[in-house]
Nanobody, 125 residues
Framework: QVQLAESGGGLVQSGGSLKLSCTASEDTFNSYTVGWFRQAPGKQREFVAAHSWREPHTGYADSAKGRFTISRDNATNTVFLKMNSLSPDDAAVYYC??????????????????WGQGTQVTVSA
């Protein structure tokens, strides 16, 4: 099973930007659908964005539309999440996960049993 590693989190001021990375252990990663999720303290984990080899290629939660961009670099087996105009509401641990053959919609339906360490995003007011 492919191993995923999240990185790129940190502390940023409100209105600032961060770029998160989700790097895979397999070179076939370009055929995986990958999603970003986040979990704030005391809240359930929620979907943020997904990127797929299938159409449609990208999808976003309403909270991410217009501010976040998901992209992929097949050469480095990495899926990125560029986050702009961050607010304290975006503070959370961000995780990525995969569904090899599914569409972006599948990322909303799957009850993933395995998660990585995630990367912490902190936004100061």
């Amino acid at each position: 099973q492919v191993q995923l590693a999240e990185s790129g989190g940190g502390l940023v001021q409100s209105g600032g930007s961060l770029k998160l990375s989700c790097t895979a252990s397999e070179d076939t990663f370009n055929s995986y659908t990958v999603g970003w999720f986040r979990q704030a303290p005391g809240k359930q984990r929620e979907f943020v964005a997904a990127h797929s080899w299938r159409e449609p290629h990208t999808g976003y939660a309403d909270s991410a539309k217009g501010r976040f961009t998901i992209s992929r670099d097949n050469a480095t087996n990495t899926v990125f999440l560029k986050m702009n105009s961050l607010s304290p509401d975006d503070a959370a641990v961000y995780y990525c996960n995969e569904n090899r053959w599914g569409s972006i919609y599948s990322m909303l339906a799957i009850d993933f049993s395995r998660w990585g360490q995630g990367t912490q995003v902190t936004v100061s007011a």
